[in-house]
């Protein structure tokens, strides 16, 4: 199996910026989509975005769309994504969760937990008043 490292979590204003990053211990890496969800305290783990296998396709939750971006450097083994204009209902435990196929086009499993088989241990992102 992939593993999965998520860094570059922290704690920021509303209005800041943080890019978490995913690092994979796989070359094969560039076989599997890729995705960004998150949880927050006493609530269910929810889709951020996915990216397919080879970057192309990029898919977001309503609630990030048009201030996160996901993408990927298969050269680098690495998944990313960058939060912009962060605000407080952002804040959660971020989780980098992979599984194999190209993920094009995206099904309903992919905007799910139960679509991803791979997670990271999560890092936390914090965003202030």
């Known amino acids: 199996q992939v593993q999965l490292v998520e860094s570059g979590g922290g704690l920021v204003q509303a209005g800041g910026s943080l890019r978490l990053s995913c690092a994979a211990s796989e070359r094969t890496f560039s076989r599997y989509t890729m995705g960004w969800f998150r949880q927050a305290p006493g609530k269910e783990r929810e889709f951020v975005a996915a990216?397919?296998?080879?970057?192309?396709?990029?898919k977001y939750a309503d609630s990030v769309k048009g201030r996160f971006t996901i993408s990927r450097d298969n050269a680098k083994n690495t998944g990313y994504l960058q939060m912009n204009s962060l605000k407080p209902e952002d804040t959660a435990v971020y989780y980098c969760?992979?599984?194999?196929?190209?993920?094009?086009?995206?099904?309903?499993?992919?905007?799910?937990?139960?679509?991803?088989?791979?997670w990271g241990q999560g890092t936390q992102v914090t965003v202030s008043s």
């Open positions: 990216i397919s296998s080879s970057g192309d396709s990029t």
């Open positions: 969760a992979a599984v194999q196929g190209s993920g094009f086009p995206f099904t309903i499993f992919h905007t799910g937990p139960a679509g991803y088989d791979y």
